[in-house]
Each structure stands twice: as structure tokens, then as C-alpha cells.
């Protein structure tokens, strides 16, 4: 049987783990009790319910309900909807995954009818897809994130599941099958379902067989996911080789997806690491290129590379903490005009190599400091060329 769609909520109610979103009150659900829903994307990890949330809005608005996805979306498919509905009083609901890969042309045929809301259009991706629509879409659209859901609600409806259909789990199986599946409830599902398919009596073994390794986060240890992450990433930061192996070799050993560990060593190499030791970046970024490809048991070496040259490298957060500063200052209000002398096309700019690379000029309308290098590796090489540029050195 069908655990996904025999399980597909048809309320708000029946939402698992997006109560931003489906709990009594909150906007989205409000704007859908009152019929005032606009056009819509939501994006979010695969497997979090965002096909489901699209469902129960047409349910609950009373809307037909077209579904495409939209690497194989025909513009004469949605034509003959709208022609459909052309003359009657209820309009369609009209969802499109993978919405970030439609074409400029594809947008084109849905902008009048969203700007005479002919249909209520729903969109959904897997990332981001305000960055690849029309700023005209964009403007009459709302963005909703569906999150990861947390093992807390995917343990819930596994014990909905097991209670409904008579399965028996031991623990260590229901703590892999919740940790492994990375917050997809859909992949959950349908690793129990395979699973139920082969014996009722389900053991950690018959997982394993089925699913290797965890998904895209996860770990065999129920609630230590975040702690072993966590754990790791201090490790490094306080240049503890021994102790960050070790913590890799834990998540590794728990199923942890190779994909996972990859991008959180990215994003330490530039938050913690940074200019100290610009290289850091390019190798951890090659290190998620490389483990994505190839996959275990070899990706273990290469993120065991990673982990002791980040240990290695000279620490500096500089660029974490400017970028925060500039953030924290446009949103207590100091929105500066740019001088006119760096505008667009303006004569009087003045080119700095036409002079040995430096040239002083106003580059912000009042003197602001964000970045504060520091002494530390490169960043210090940094820091004195700056000095010395800026005092004629």
C-alpha cells in the first residue's frame, strides 16, 4: 500500500510540521479561510508536504485543481484550463512544480492571468524561485518557505502509521527510519512502506538493507543530529583535528549524507576561516562537488581532507561580522545615497587604474566602518595593503 497518499493530509489540521503555516491563525491559513489567498510560491526541501499544503488550499477554497510540473509544462495544457474556466464563476487552482525551471516564455502566458486573477496560481521548488521569475511575477506574488520537518512530527506520524496499520518496529529501527530520512516525510513513508512489504516485524537491518545511508541530513541517533553537527563545526573552529575527526567519523558512521556534512564545511570556511585563508573556500567547495559525485565509502576521505585543512587554516570571521554590521545598520534605517561621482555612466568618476589602482573619491555619502580585518594569516597581507594604499605608502 500507498503509505504517502493513503497519509496525504486534506486540512490544515492534518499538516504535520509546518505550524508557521497551518496552525489556527497563522497568514497563510487565515488569508485561505477568508477566500483572500494570492498567487503563491512556496519553496522548501523535497519531500515537506508542499504539493499536500497546495491540496488542502484548493480543498479548502473549493478550487479545481491542476497539477503540472514544469519541465514538461505545454503552454497549450494551461490554455485550455484557462479556456475551461473561461465563463464560470469558480477559477482554477493552478499548481506547477519545479517552478524555478519555467521559461521566460512560459511566464509570459501565466502574467495576464495572474494580473486578472483568472486562476489562483501556486508554484513550487525545491529552492528559491523568486531568483529565476519575472520581476513582474514577482511583484504579484507571495513567497512562503515550507521547512525541513523536525523528528519530532515525523515520529508522530510514524506512530500514526504503525497504530493505523499494525506494524511492529523496534526502536533503533524507528530511530533510523525518522533520522535517516533527513526531515522528507514522503521518504520516510516509503522506506516503512518497503520495509512492511518484506515482514510486518521491521528491524534496523531490513532498514539498512533497504536505505544505506540517511538521506540529506540525519543521523542513526535520534536527537544527537544537531549536537554531532554542532560538535563538529566547534571542533573546528577551536583547530581540534583529533576531536573533528572524531565527530566526523560519528556522523558518518550514524548514515549522515556526505552532501550534508559537505555544505556545512562550505559555509565554515568562509564564516570562520575566511580571508585569514581564502583557499578554504575553494577546496571545501570542491570537496562538495567531489562527495556528491562519487559518494560513500570514498567521500570519506575527502571529507576528512576538508576537515583537517579547515583545522589547519588560520581563523578570521571579519567577513561574517561586516556583512551583519551592514545588515544591521540598512535595518535600523541608514539608507544612504550613492555619490553621484560612482553612479552609473558619470563623467566625473574616476578610474583608479588610471591611477596605480588607488584614487581617493567618496564611495559612501557618510564615512561607515564594517569590515575589520584582522592580524591573522592572509587577511593580515590584506589589511597592510589596504594601509598603505589609503596612506600614499
Known sequence: MDFATLLRPKTFDEIIGQEHLSSSGAPLRTLCEKGALGHSFFYGPAGCGKTSISRVIANLMKLPFYEFNATSLKIEDLRKVFKQHQNTLQKPLIFIDEVHRLSKNQQEVLLPIME??????IGASTENPFYSLTS??????????????NNEALKNLLNQVIKKYQLSLVQDAQEYLIASSGGDARAMLKLLEFAS?????????????????????GSSEAGVHYDLASALIKSIRGSDCDAAIYYLARLIDGGESADFIARRLVILASEDVGNANPQALTLTTSCLTSVSKIGYPEARIILAQAVIYLCASPKSNSAYMAINEALNSLKNGNIMEIPKTIQHNNANYLYPHDFGSYVEQQYLQHPQQFVQLKDIGYEKKMKEWLEAITKGV
Do not use: D, H
Not at 511575477?137 to 513567497?143: A, F, G, Q, T, Y
Open 197 to 217: 512489504n518484506l515482514s510486518n516485524e521491521i528491524t534496523l537491518e531490513t532498514l539498512k538493507s533497504l536505505r544505506p545511508n540517511a538521506l540529506q541530513a
Open 136 to 149: 513582474a511575477i514577482r511583484s504579484r506574488s507571495m513567497l512562503f518557505e515550507i521547512k525541513a520537518i
Open 116 to 121: 486578472r486573477n483568472e486562476a489562483l496560481i
